[in-house]
């Protein structure tokens, strides 16, 4: 899926670029959670291993009322039904943990992390059967690299979806109950929350982009509930942007945020990092205030930068190399 960039076409008409490649971001819809999955009901185990390989979980929940739409339940509770999904998460971590835990044990003299890992087992494992998923708690950097090998389900970043009505949409939820319920939950598990609403989600993909923007103009909202789904998992998972542009390609690439010119250079190909001289640099907006490097170069915010230089949002970069 395209990451919408308006900053892209910018670029592109002043490097008069044949080509433009924007960054992509992959949403995998899993199906098949239910109660007793992580004892095997429902899609069970496969289920959860799906979730395994994913960066961040994005948890869809219905904030609506519709008596022609029938919940599973009975009945709407964004609390309840997320209390479901997570109960089971947590069950398959406990899971994770004691398997852990018992191969602790047999290797305990071998391992001279056993102790650190020990108290950091039981850390979240008091979090998990108190009900508190493992992001909730405050972890340090040596916790995180410690527990980062058990790949806990309940520990990945997590962006709840509200699926609301239309109306919804324009008063942010503010008089909805559901997500009421559901900004707490999210604020409790330092996880994101973001309103959709899947019915004019549906409408839109009809629309070409012009009518696309009419459309939420005249709902009031800025952007579309797919747009602004992007924007959080960006923001949970740390990714930041940067671009190359010139006549043949204007490009933008997604890295994390913190990650120096050579690990951003990489992204391209392993080759510009191992290779790695210097590079041209200059911020999206000095680039287009100054109508391209040379422009840019004439004002003095033009940049040779090298290995140790930290990328900024919306980067513009030439890399400099020799293999």
Same mark, same amino acid.
């Given at each position: 899926?395209?990451?919408?960039?308006?900053?892209?076409?910018?670029?592109?008409?002043?490097?008069? !670029?044949?080509?433009? *490649?924007?960054? #992509? @971001?992959?949403? @995998?819809?899993?199906?098949?959670?239910?109660?007793?999955?992580?004892?095997?009901?429902?899609?069970?185990?496969?289920?959860?291993?799906?979730? $395994?390989?994913?960066?961040?979980?994005?948890?869809?929940?219905?904030?609506?009322?519709?008596?022609?739409?029938?919940?599973?339940?009975?009945?709407?509770?964004?609390? $309840?039904?997320?209390? *479901?999904?997570?109960? /089971?998460?947590?069950? %398959?971590?406990?899971?994770?943990? /004691? +398997?852990?835990?018992?191969?602790?044990?047999?290797?305990?003299?071998?391992?001279?992390?056993?102790? %650190?890992?020990?108290?950091?087992?039981?850390?979240? #494992? &008091?979090?998990?059967?108190?009900?508190?998923? %493992?992001?909730?708690?405050?972890?340090?950097?040596?916790?995180?690299?410690?527990?980062?090998?058990?790949?806990?389900?309940?520990?990945?970043?997590?962006?709840?979806?509200?699926?609301?009505?239309?109306?919804?949409?324009?008063?942010?939820?503010?008089?909805?109950?559901? *997500?009421?319920?559901?900004?707490?939950?999210?604020?409790?598990?330092?996880?994101?929350?973001?309103?959709?609403?899947?019915? *004019? &989600?549906? &409408?839109?993909?009809?629309?070409?982009?012009? /009518?696309?923007?009419?459309?939420?103009?005249?709902?009031?909202?800025?952007?579309?509930?797919?747009?602004?789904?992007?924007?959080? !998992?960006?923001?949970?998972?740390?990714?930041?942007?940067?671009?190359?542009?010139?006549?043949?390609? #204007? +490009?933008?690439?997604?890295?994390?945020?913190?990650? !120096?010119?050579?690990?951003?250079?990489?992204?391209?190909?392993?080759?510009?990092?191992?290779?790695?001289?210097?590079?041209? #640099?200059?911020?999206?907006?000095?680039?287009?205030?100054?109508?391209?490097?040379?422009?840019?170069?004439? $004002?003095?915010?033009?940049?040779? /930068?090298?290995?140790?230089?930290?990328?900024? &949002?919306?980067?513009?970069?030439?890399?400099?190399?020799?293999?």
């Amino acid at each position: 899926m395209n990451v919408p960039d308006e900053r892209l076409e910018l670029l592109a008409a002043i490097s008069q !670029t044949e080509k433009v *490649v924007p960054a #992509t @971001v992959e949403f @995998v819809d899993i199906a098949g959670l239910v109660k007793g999955a992580a004892e095997g009901q429902g899609l069970g185990n496969k289920f959860l291993s799906n979730i $395994r390989e994913c960066q961040a979980l994005v948890h869809v929940v219905r904030c609506f009322d519709d008596t022609d739409i029938i919940h599973v339940d009975g009945s709407v509770d964004a609390a $309840r039904d997320v209390s *479901v999904i997570n109960f /089971e998460l947590i069950l %398959a971590d406990l899971a994770q943990l /004691e +398997r852990a835990s018992a191969k602790l044990s047999k290797n305990k003299s071998k391992d001279p992390n056993s102790e %650190a890992k020990s108290k950091v087992y039981s850390k979240i #494992t &008091e979090a998990l059967e108190s009900g508190q998923p %493992a992001r909730s708690l405050q972890l340090t950097a040596d916790d995180s690299s410690i527990i980062a090998e058990l790949n806990l389900l309940t520990l990945k970043p997590c962006i709840y979806a509200a699926n609301v009505s239309e109306s919804d949409l324009k008063d942010q939820g503010e008089k909805n109950n559901h *997500v009421s319920d559901l900004r707490k939950i999210a604020a409790n598990e330092k996880a994101d929350l973001i309103l959709v609403s899947a019915q *004019v &989600e549906s &409408e839109i993909m009809q629309l070409d982009e012009g /009518e696309r923007k009419l459309f939420l103009e005249d709902l009031g909202i800025s952007k579309s509930g797919l747009d602004s789904l992007i924007q959080a !998992t960006y923001e949970q998972l740390g990714l930041q942007t940067y671009f190359t542009t010139g006549k043949k390609e #204007t +490009r933008a690439w997604t890295v994390l945020r913190g990650c !120096t010119a050579p690990e951003a250079a990489a992204v391209i190909h392993s080759d510009f990092e191992r290779g790695f001289i210097k590079c041209e #640099t200059v911020s999206f907006n000095d680039f287009v205030a100054s109508n391209g490097y040379a422009g840019a170069k004439e $004002r003095g915010l033009w940049r040779l /930068e090298g290995k140790e230089y930290i990328v900024q &949002e919306g980067d513009v970069l030439l890399f400099k190399f020799n293999v």
